[in-house]
C-alpha cells in the first residue's frame, strides 16, 4: 500500500463524511483487505508481474501460471484470459472463471488520445496479422484490442509496441485505465485548447507508478480541448473539459463521479477554471481521492461514482483542494453541453488548411490486414496519422486537399467509408460472447447484420435525421458499449420466445443521451427483444418516429412523449 496523501493534521479542518459502516477506506483506517481482489493486490503490487510474464511465464507457457496472477495482475498488463469457444450465455453466471477461461488472451493497447503515425498503424496491423489471428477491434476507449494472443508472443508484441511508442501497461486492473483524448486534439479550426500536453504528463507520470496502481477498482479519464466534448465527459471518472475563464483564457472545468454499468450515474461538475499545466495535478488528487477514501470491502460499490454520490460535488472539492491541491481552485460556472457529441466522421478542414478525416469501421471491427492496408494508404497519400475515438472510429489528420478525393475512393474500397450510412456511423457494439466471459449473447455480427438490414430498410435516413440516431449494442449488463446513453441502448440477456425456448436477446433502452439532453434511456417495464426479432423492432419503432415525430423533434426527445405501445412496437404507424 502507498503512503496516502491523507495527512491527519488537515483532518480538523475537514470534516470527512463516514459512512455507517466500514467500507475498507484507507484514509480512515481499514487497511485491511476485505475481499480477494484486495487481498491479491495486498499480496503483491500487480506491476510486478511483468517480469513474470516476461521471463517465466512466457518461456514455460500457460500452464505454469500463478492463478492470482492469470486472473487477477495479468490486466494491470492489458491481458485477460478469452472466453472458451462453445459455452453459450446461458453458463456465463454458473461456471467457475477457470472453466470459462481459454488458454489464449485479449490484448488491450492504449492509445491514450495520441496521434498513431503510419509506422505505428502499421505495426498495430501487423501485431494482428502476426500473432491475433488477424484480429483487431477499435474500442470506445480509443484501444486497439487483439485477440487469440499466446503468453509465449507477449514479450514481441511489447517489444513492437514499444518501437512506435505504444504500450498496455494499465489498459486493465483497478488502475488508471486508458485515456480518452479528443481525436482532433490540435488541429481543429474550432478547437478551445489542446490538451495533448496534459495526457501526456499524466501518462509520464503516472502510469506504471505505484502510488497509482491500487485503486478500488478502474479509473477512467477524458480529457477534450474540443467545444463538442468529444470524449463522453459525462461517463467517465475524471474529465477535463474545455472552458473560457473571461480573464485567465482557455483551461478546463473538472467533472468527477461519471459511470455507467448497473448503477448509471452521470459525472458531477465541479464549476471551476483549471490552466493546462495544472491538470495533471489535479488528475493526480482526484485519483488520490478516489484511491485513499473508495469504497473497497464491496466490488460493486468500489467506484468514484459511489463516493461522489455519498459526499456530494461541493464536499468532494473541499476535499480535493484542502487535502491533496493545498489551495482553493478559482470557481466559473461550467460550460454549456452541445447537442449530442461529434464523432468526426466524414470530411473536416483543419486550421492549417488541410484535412481530418473520420471513417466508420462496423461496430469497431477492423482487422490486422485492414490496419496494414490503412497504413499503405497514410504512405501513400502522405497522411501524418490516425487517432481513434470514443465511438470505434478512426480519425486520419493532416491530408492534403490535393488528394483528399482519391483517398475517399481508396478508403471505400477497403471498407473504411467516411460517407457512411447513419446505421453504420451510429452503431456501437462490445466484444460479446465471441471472446468475453461477461457476455451472455453475441453483439460484433449481430450488430453488423443489423446495420446491413438497416441500410436496405431505411436508405434515406441520413436525409429524412441529419441528427441520426444511435444503436448501442452491449452482450451483458456492464454497458462497455454505454447502452444507457443510445437512442436503441440494447443489453443482453436470455428472453423468452413465442415458442417458450430461451435464446438470446436484449432488455432495451430508448432515448439515453449525452450532451445538453443527457439522460438514460427510458425502460419499459418487462419489456424485453430477441435477437431474431430486433430488425423488425428497431425498424417498426424507428418507422413509428419517423411517422409521429414533430418537424425538428430528435428521436431521444420522441422517445419521452411517445406512448408505450408506439415504443414497445406493438402498433406501427405509417409514415407520411
Known amino acids: 500500500m502507498p503512503d496516502l496523501r491523507f495527512k491527519p493534521e488537515r483532518a480538523k479542518h475537514t470534516e470527512i463524511p463516514r459512512p455507517k459502516r466500514a467500507e475498507g477506506q484507507w484514509a480512515l483506517g481499514y487497511t485491511e483487505p476485505l475481499n480477494k481482489n484486495e487481498q491479491s493486490k495486498k499480496d503483491d503490487d500487480p506491476l510486478n508481474v511483468r517480469d513474470r510474464i516476461l521471463y517465466t511465464y512466457s518461456k514455460r507457457g500457460f500452464d505454469s501460471i500463478d492463478p492470482a496472477d492469470l486472473r487477477g495482475r495479468f490486466r494491470w498488463m492489458g491481458l485477460y484470459t478469452q472466453r472458451k469457444p462453445g459455452i453459450d450465455g446461458g453458463k456465463t453466471g454458473s461456471l467457475e472463471e477457470e472453466e470459462l ?33 488477424d484480429t483487431a477491434d477499435v474500442t470506445d476507449r480509443q484501444n486497439i484490442q487483439y485477440h487469440w494472443i499466446e503468453i509465449e508472443s507477449v514479450p514481441e508484441i511489447w517489444e513492437r509496441l514499444d518501437a512506435v511508442g505504444l504500450h498496455s501497461l494499465e489498459a486493465c486492473g483497478d488502475s488508471p485505465r486508458p485515456f480518452l483524448g479528443s481525436p482532433v486534439a490540435g488541429v481543429a479550426k474550432d478547437e478551445i485548447i489542446d490538451g495533448t500536453p496534459a495526457l501526456e504528463e499524466i501518462e509520464r507520470r503516472y502510469i ?41 483564457g482557455p483551461g478546463f472545468d473538472v467533472w468527477v463521479g461519471g459511470g455507467l454499468s448497473t448503477n448509471p450515474m452521470l459525472a458531477q461538475k465541479l464549476g471551476v477554471w483549471i490552466p493546462l499545466d495544472e491538470v495533471p495535478d489535479v488528475w493526480s488528487g482526484v485519483a488520490g481521492i478516489f484511491r485513499d477514501y473508495g469504497y473497497r470491502r464491496l466490488r460493486s460499490r468500489a467506484r468514484l461514482k459511489f463516493l461522489v454520490a455519498d459526499w456530494g460535488v461541493a464536499k468532494f472539492r473541499e476535499v480535493l483542494e484542502n487535502e491533496y491541491l493545498g489551495k482553493k481552485l478559482v470557481s466559473l460556472a461550467s460550460p454549456e453541453s452541445p447537442v449530442g457529441h461529434r464523432d468526426h466522421v466524414g470530411v473536416h478542414e483543419q486550421k492549417d ?68 450510412s447513419n446505421w453504420r456511423r451510429n452503431t456501437m457494439a462490445c466484444t ?37 440516431i444511435t444503436v448501442n449494442v452491449n452482450g451483458c449488463p456492464n454497458a462497455c458499449a454505454r447502452t444507457q446513453v443510445a437512442d436503441f441502448g440494447l443489453k443482453g440477456q436470455l428472453v423468452v420466445d ?17 450532451g445538453l439532453r443527457a439522460n438514460f434511456g427510458r425502460k419499459l417495464r418487462a419489456h424485453k427483444v430477441t435477437s431474431a426479432g430486433l430488425d423488425d423492432y428497431i425498424s417498426t419503432v424507428v418507422g413509428n418516429y419517423l411517422a409521429d415525430r414533430t418537424e425538428g423533434e430528435a428521436f431521444d426527445a420522441w422517445v419521452h412523449r411517445a406512448d408505450e405501445e408506439l415504443l414497445r412496437g406493438e402498433k406501427a404507424l405509417e409514415s407520411v
Open 498 to 514: 413465442e415458442s417458450g425456448q430461451q435464446v438470446e436477446g436484449f432488455q432495451v433502452h430508448l432515448g439515453g443521451a449525452i
Open 208 to 248: 506504471g507508478n505505484k502510488d497509482f496502481s491500487n485503486f478500488p477498482r478502474k479509473f477512467k479519464t477524458a480529457v477534450t480541448g474540443h467545444p463538442s466534448q468529444d470524449v463522453s465527459p459525462e461517463t467517465n471518472d475524471v474529465s477535463f473539459v474545455a472552458t473560457v475563464h473571461p480573464e485567465h
Open 353 to 420: 488548411g488541410r484535412f481530418y478525416v473520420g471513417v466508420a469501421p462496423t461496430a469497431g471491427r477492423v482487422s490486422g490486414s485492414l490496419l496494414v492496408q490503412l497504413a499503405d494508404l497514410l504512405d501513400e497519400y502522405g497522411v501524418t496519422g490516425a487517432r481513434l475515438t470514443p465511438y470505434q472510429k478512426i480519425v486520419l489528420i493532416g491530408v492534403d486537399g490535393a488528394v483528399l478525393d482519391a483517398l475517399l475512393d481508396r478508403l471505400d474500397a477497403i471498407g473504411l467509408s467516411a460517407r457512411p
Open 432 to 468: 460479446g460472447i465471441e471472446f468475453c466471459k461477461l457476455a451472455i449473447v453475441d453483439t460484433k455480427k449481430r450488430a453488423s447484420d443489423l446495420v446491413d438490414e438497416l441500410e436496405r430498410r431505411f436508405p434515406d435516413l441520413d436525409q429524412q435525421v441529419p441528427s441520426g
Open 101 to 133: 477461461d481459454d488458454r489464449y488472451f485479449m490484448l488491450r493497447v492504449r492509445s491514450d488520445g495520441k496521434l498513431l503515425s503510419p509506422a505505428a498503424v502499421r505495426t498495430l496491423g501487423q501485431i494482428g496479422v502476426d500473432f491475433a489471428r
